[in-house]
């Protein structure tokens, strides 16, 4: 449907064709992506890909060092990061050895330490379990309510959705095909069609 190349164009991995990206009134297209974290934009990736061997702290502070005046800084604002996101007690053990869901909390602490106003989370609950999926859901929560955060999410867990988000897009195909309230688009006939089948519509 193109929702990520959408964070791609947000975020400077791909140039539009045509129209314009602007963020805070100000056009950001056609600018580095490292311009348009320091313009406040942050992301996450579908695919996390950490410094393997690299240490969990040293991941976070590498994204710290954009705001920071050196690495001690950096690893000071990563230590409180890394506690937000309930990783502090790993953060000696390198990126690699970390579990799918401690691995998905790390790409959030990484984008975090931008200190960015905007941050863009690409399928962060994929294949997460339920119980490790409401524990995602209650520390972005907890960041959007108390950092006013803006959140913007790629999400296909309907529970992460609905605990999460203030509204909602669904797209299909490309197009946008409802927009709204959570509650409202679950019930739309367009999205029941879309995703469970006409006779599901009616």
């Not at 996101?85 to 953060?91: E, H, I, N, Q, V």
């Given at each position: 449907?193109?929702?990520?190349?959408?964070?791609?164009?947000?975020?400077?991995?791909?140039?539009?064709?045509?129209?314009?990206?602007?963020?805070?009134?100000?056009r950001i297209d056609g600018q580095a992506p490292e311009k348009i974290c320091e313009a406040g934009i942050a992301r996450t990736f579908?695919?996390?890909?950490?410094?393997?061997?690299?240490?969990?702290?040293?991941?976070?502070?590498?994204?710290?060092?954009?705001?920071?005046?050196?690495?001690?800084?950096?690893?000071?604002e990563a230590d409180g990061i890394l506690r937000k996101?309930?990783?502090?007690?790993?953060?000696a053990q390198k990126a690699g050895s970390l579990t799918l869901p401690d691995r998905k909390r790390l790409e959030v602490a990484r984008a975090l330490a931008t200190k960015p106003r905007v941050i863009l989370l690409d399928e962060v609950m994929a294949g997460l379990r339920p119980t490790e999926t409401d524990r995602m859901v209650?520390?972005?929560?907890?960041?959007?309510?108390?950092?006013?955060?803006?959140?913007?999410?790629i999400e296909h867990v309907m529970r992460a959705?609905?605990?999460?988000?203030?509204?909602?897009?669904?797209?299909?195909?490309?197009?946008?095909?409802?927009?709204?309230?959570?509650?409202?688009?679950?019930q739309d006939s367009k999205v029941i069609e879309s995703y469970l089948g006409r006779k599901a519509a009616h």
């Open positions: 449907a193109g929702k990520t190349t959408l964070f791609n164009l947000i975020a400077g991995v791909f140039a539009p064709d045509e129209g314009e990206v602007r963020y805070a009134g100000a579908q695919i996390v890909k950490p410094f393997p061997d690299l240490s969990v702290l040293d991941n976070v502070a590498i994204g710290a060092m954009l705001r920071a005046s050196d690495m001690p800084q950096a690893r000071r996101l309930d990783l502090f007690d790993k953060r209650g520390v972005l929560r907890d960041i959007n309510r108390h950092d006013k955060l803006t959140i913007v999410m959705v609905m605990a999460l988000a203030d509204r909602v897009h669904v797209l299909h195909h490309g197009a946008s095909i409802a927009e709204g309230a959570p509650q409202d688009v679950t």
